[in-house]
């Protein structure tokens, strides 16, 4: 093969695999009967979800007055929750695009799971805009479109509905990107299943027969839907953070948002995918294809945006005390040592100081640790955004209006519930599509696999690389 | 079931830089290739068979520049034509908060533009079954394809024996 490998690369695919053993390994689990372990999780997925359902019903039949939300704390954990899953989305396009756009091969083991885990996100985010703004049924209104009430249109100069746009938009290219990569693989799982499995892959596979010209425009796709998703995600968490930045709320009303909301995005979504990954590669069996090394590699780009974040926060700081401005300053003295001191202790110990374990080589090559480490970061990214968000608003210009804000069982019973909504889908995603995207990782073999790489490597690409030369010519 | 009505020779190979090798061999010959169908994208096979570019990205650029200015004109016609409001004393024509949603339309004309070009162009569909010569391409086999009507049955198998297909089968599609 023609590809040049650096001799410091460590294979991505283990355990000698073939083109062949790959499909076997990948399309395994879709075939196989589900395990009383994946059954036994589904169930509880499905009764979190179910009830989550009930109080997001609860809420619409008696109203947002079931939520604990104040004239002084108009956004609690609806708010939290959307910022928290939008965050979580970022990973699975930065994955797919960015890393594809840098080339980074190790992106082809982990994309396709991190690109369901975008979609998933999204939705759970998308559910608390829709749920809090109390009058689901005219939800539509969100949207500009010739209507009769005026025509009234919404105000294109509102954060708000820039979040709008740009939800809707990362939703749905994310959708179409995500599927064009599953294209094939479902082909795959088609020329392999019978009967009815058959049918349904047959629909789902659009009649991939996988010809040059085909793969030649699916590359030049998937090439500029990187193109495009790259700086889509940056504009989604960008936008989000305006809804914060162009306000006038000392503790909001800051220019170092963007940046800071996007770092801390991709930090909470790798921290996810490692959460998914290291149960995933377990429960299926996939460790030759999700490798330590493929855990290493995310747990740097943790280290590296947890720093970013740490760093934004100190900035934060500094540039309050800078400001010589009192109600900046108090602000965040308030965040720091305020009645919710403890979220802010939470927020900085998680998501600053406990990432730092992976500068030691050891720590980051443990999946135990990992696994740890990727909780820590979930809830220290939640804790940043309640910080944010309930804070703020607790300690307003006013203080005879100050207040203090904890949820009620029906805000807490909405956020286990996208919890059981992620987990739901995901998990009927294992089952349905590969985890690993099948003809990706069979493109990288050559460049990746233990064969043709590192110790164990049995072929020498200087030998072949000069036969196939000599032959040709 | 699609039909091309075609008779076709076909041989199967085992590996990406054999395949390679072959297709460039049947060029040089001037045997015309029907198709060649793989597992996974192949890198170097478009150029090595002449596939001219794809130029599903300037379609890209077309429907990127239509969603710019229906974005852009939209919210332009709406604030100062059609309805214009008074936001806290803002003008009716306020550019840069028009760049967010002018932004997010473009990627989203220029991605849903050019995804449902390619499943068009390449005939893929929800529902569509195309012909497939050999179930294994999806898997580890490399396919290449003659059209019988262009190239004869005695000069394919010298070729695919030359190149070291695998197999050869004769379909009609």
Sequence with gaps: MSVVVSPVRRPLVEGHKTYHQITEDLCAPTERAPSKSWIIAFIISVATLAYG??????????GTGTWNLNRTIGWGYDITNFVWWIGIGHAGTLISAILMLFRQRWRTGVNRAAEAMTIFAVICAALFPMIHVGRIWVVYYFFPYPNTRGPLWPNFNSPLLWDVFAISTYFSVSLLFWYTGLVPDFATIRNRATGFRKKVYNFLSFGWTGSAKHWQRWESLSLVLAGLSTPLVLSVHTIVSFDFATSVIPGWHTTIFPPYFVAGA??????????????????????EYITIEHIESMNKVILVTGTIVGVAYLTELFIAWYSGYVYEQFAFFNRAMGVYWWSYFGMMACNVISPQIFWVKKFRRSVFVTFFMSIFVNIGMWFERFVII??????????????????????IGIFIGTIGLFFTFYMIFTRVAPVVAIAEVKHILKAGGDQYIGENAVHHHHDEHHHSETSHH | MRQYHKEVIYGLYNDEEILIRAVRNARGK??????????????????????????LHQAGFVYGMLGTLTAFLG???????????????KPHWPVPSFIPITFELTVLFAAWGMTITFYTICGL??????????????DDKFCIAFDRSEVSDSDARAFFSETGAEEVNTKSI
């Design chain 2, 125 to 138: 569909w929800p529902g569509v079954s195309n012909p497939q010569l050999d179930l294994r391409t999806t």
């Design chain 1, 266 to 287: 991709i930090f909470s979504g790798f921290a996810m995918v490692q959460t998914l990954m290291v149960i995933t590669r377990k429960i299926l069996q996939l460790e």
């Design chain 2, 75 to 89: 919210m332009t016609w709406i604030f100062t034509r059609d309805w214009p409001i008074i936001f806290g004393g």
């Design chain 1, 390 to 411: 309930a804070t703020t608003l607790a300690r307003d210009y006013l203080p005879s209006s100050w207040s203090y804000y904890i949820p009620t069982w029906v805000e």
């Design chain 1, 53 to 62: 359902v009930f109080c997001i019903l609860w809420t619409i039949w008696m």
């Design chain 2, 30 to 55: 001037h045997l015309e290739i029907m198709d060649v169908y793989t597992p996974f994208p192949v890198h170097g096979l478009d150029h090595a068979m002449g596939l001219e570019e794809s130029r």
